[in-house]
């Protein structure tokens, strides 16, 4: 059975860095877009940033600045997500998806499954 695994959450002090990684099993991380999204009490699920099955990326927050950075290791079949100048307004529930093409969305719609996400608290 197919499976997604996120860990590296935790609670950090603004201005902070975290690296989450999502641990996918039976297919292997290069055959599928794969999506960090995140959210937070009383919002939707949002999308965060994406790496497509080619390696190219795409970020949905805070696109400018670059504050978030995925990755991914063939190797260990992990997509990696690296979060550096964290806000308070990052903290939510941060879920890994598997694509149903190997296309970017920020669309969950375009995700057929999902981890059972990592909480990320930023503190003030």
């Known amino acids: 059975q197919l499976q997604l695994v996120e860990s590296g959450g935790g609670l950090v002090q603004a201005g902070g860095s975290l690296r989450l990684s999502c641990a996918v099993s039976?297919?292997?991380?290069?055959?599928?877009?794969i999506g960090w999204f995140r959210q937070a009490p009383g919002k939707e699920r949002e999308g965060v940033s994406c790496i497509n099955m080619s390696g190219g990326s795409t970020n949905y927050v805070d696109s400018q600045k670059q504050r978030f950075t995925i990755s991914r290791d063939g190797a260990k079949n992990t997509v990696d997500l690296q979060m550096n100048s964290l806000k308070p307004e990052d903290t939510a529930v941060y879920y890994c998806?598997?694509?149903?093409?190997?296309?970017?969305?920020?669309?969950?719609?375009?995700?057929?499954?999902w981890g059972q996400g990592t909480q990320v608290t930023v503190s003030s």
């Open positions: 039976k297919f292997s991380v290069r055959n599928f877009a």
């Open positions: 998806a598997v694509g149903r093409s190997g296309r970017c969305s920020g669309d969950r719609i375009a995700y057929g499954y």
